[in-house]
């Protein structure tokens, strides 16, 4: 039994890794799937798991503890930054903006607390105190970017220290997902919410929306635009839609209508718009009527194309010329599950799906033209992760000085491939790079990194955390990270139904993103039992993601 012996115990053995880090996460992963009151902590609880390792003297070697520390981190940081970085820029229009920026108020507020616990209070350095707030927002790209930081500032020297911000994360975080929904439940009762009247308001407010795609069917019966082509009347609709099959009064016929084809009278128009315009193209083309194209004989036909090749990222829809190379129209295009009008301006993106109407024998010709691999996208284009990767660690290394630091501040191995995966995954196709990535492909990337890092964090802080935080020390931590958590969340959440009346499963999204919190999310759709709560935590992940990492690292340089 020495074999099994010397896997356990001997530190600088690889296998002694790699057993012990399986060891952990296994259980981790299991064990964050039990239910606490409807809550659990997820792939969190490695972090508890790898605690206990480090408390029961399982230990690894240091340099292979830190190298597999920092790739997860990596890995984790820049599968985040690829899925949030499409809809980084779009966050910031219309409704957006006010979920940003209350997001950022949180932001703001919380770090408010933290100083004023810190210079108020005393009796906590800051690297713990750091790691207290990261644990109360429940973030750990944080964690990961101050440890990082410090490492970057105070070399070995910082061992000590990141321990400390290590076990601050993990005494702050149970009592940090407590208090989001704490803060959910005292928003509905102060302001006495009922669940229901919020769903009428909420379909009201989806009924007007411009985003998804309307189609219907009006019969021409405005004189003033009889005999005119489709692009005369397009200039007189001055506002984004389709006509995607016409059937001609005069003869039956379905055709798939050009720019140069005439509008007749009683012609029937399948056009696909914008819903709150309707009564826009009634007023002018003519009245609606129910009609199931479907049922109709023709060579017009409806199917989706998936775009799986590079060549077409970056292209526009207006350039591919497709009425006049396939006789096609081109009506929506889906992008991550939400349908977009398929305007000529719109700039394809690997993995869309047009949906194209016209003869089955053009449309396979345009599938083939196009890709339309569902093959080609589950393979993972690894030269545009790793090559992203470099270029995020290049620009994390650069060194930018502040006026009142004394260090130049860097972006860091989480800063920088983070930054670097958002331009990527927003511009990447102006330099031909394929940045789609499947969900499964995306999820799985992520999961390892964020594993394997708390996995590290957990067993490098494991050896002290009892002593440490099973104390008064400890208690204290436990109390400044819930008045970080809760404070901010119902002060907003005040300011965001009393001023802006927003929609109570918005708000619930809203505190959930602004701490990038899963189970807080997973409560407020169980709650709200509709997507809204999903919509406003995407509003807000990618800024506050963003801010959550470069926040913490201005933290540890400016008061270190």
């Not at 004023?116 to 713990?128: E, H, K, L, P, R």
């Not at 470099?390 to 650069?398: E, K, W």
């Amino acid at each position: 039994m020495s074999w099994l012996i010397e896997l356990i115990t001997d530190n600088n053995s690889v296998a002694h890794a790699i057993f012990l880090y399986a060891l952990v996460i296994a259980f981790g992963v299991i064990l964050g799937k039990i239910k606490i009151f409807g809550i659990s902590l997820g792939v969190t609880f490695v972090l508890f798991v790898g605690i206990l390792a480090g408390h029961l003297q399982l230990s690894v070697n240091p340099q292979i503890l830190n190298f597999i520390r920092e790739f997860g981190l990596i890995l984790f940081i820049f599968s985040i930054g690829l899925q949030v970085g499409p809809g980084f820029f779009s966050s910031f229009k219309k409704g957006g903006l006010i979920l940003n920026g209350l997001a950022v108020l949180i932001i703001v507020l919380n770090i408010v607390v933290a100083l004023a616990i810190y210079f108020g209070f005393g009796g906590i350095s800051i690297t713990n105190l750091v790691g207290v707030l990261s644990g109360a927002v429940t973030n750990t790209p944080g964690l990961g970017a101050a440890q990082q930081t410090l490492t970057e500032v105070q070399g070995a020297a910082a061992a000590e220290a990141i321990q400390g911000m290590s076990m601050g994360y993990a005494a702050a975080y149970p009592l940090g997902v407590l208090g989001i929904i704490l803060s959910m439940i005292l928003v509905k009762a102060i302001f006495r919410i009922g669940l229901d009247k919020e769903q009428e308001s909420l379909d009201q407010e989806n009924e007007q929306s411009q985003l998804k795609p309307h189609v219907i069917t009006l019969q021409v019966t405005n004189a003033l635009i009889f005999n005119h082509t489709v692009k005369q009347v397009h200039d007189v609709i001055d506002r984004n839609y389709v006509i995607s099959r016409m059937k001609k009064a005069s003869t039956g016929e379905i055709i798939i209508p050009k720019s140069d084809t005439l509008i007749e009278k009683d012609d029937l128009l399948l056009i696909v718009i914008s819903a709150q315009e309707e009564h826009v193209y009634e007023s002018v083309i003519g009245h609606k009527i129910d009609m199931d194209w479907n049922m109709t004989s023709g060579p017009a036909v409806s199917r989706r194309i998936l775009v799986t090749k590079s060549e077409y990222s970056g292209r526009k829809i207006g350039s591919l010329r497709l009425h006049m190379g396939y006789k096609l129209n081109v009506t929506r295009v889906n992008r991550a599950g939400v349908d977009l009008l398929a305007n000529p301006n719109l700039a394809l993106q690997i993995g869309d799906r047009l949906t194209v109407v016209g003869n089955i024998d053009d449309i396979n010709r345009l599938a083939e033209r196009m890709g339309n691999s569902v093959k080609r996208l589950n393979q993972p284009n690894m030269f545009t992760m790793f090559f992203g990767i470099l270029l995020g660690i290049v620009l994390g290394s650069i060194p930018i000085a502040f006026p009142g630091m004394s260090v130049p501040m860097k972006l860091g191995l989480a800063g920088g491939p983070l930054i670097m995966a958002i331009l990527i995954s927003c511009f990447g196709y102006k330099v031909k790079l394929v940045t789609y990535t499947s969900s499964a492909a995306s999820l799985m990337l992520r999961e390892i990194g964020i594993c394997l890092f708390l996995a590290s964090v957990g067993i490098a802080a494991g050896g002290d955390f009892a002593e440490t935080v099973f104390n008064a020390t400890g208690l204290r931590w436990v109390i400044y990270g819930f008045f970080i958590t809760f404070i901010p969340l119902l002060i907003v959440g005040l300011i965001a139904r009393y001023k802006y009346k927003l929609n109570y499963f918005s708000i619930m999204g809203l505190l959930s993103g602004s701490y990038t919190d899963p189970p807080a999310l997973a409560y407020s759709n169980k709650t709200a039992n509709n997507d809204a709560p999903a919509v406003a935590y995407s509003t807000v992940y990618p800024l506050t993601m963003f801010l959550r990492v470069i926040s913490a690292q201005i933290l540890i340089l400016a008061l270190i």
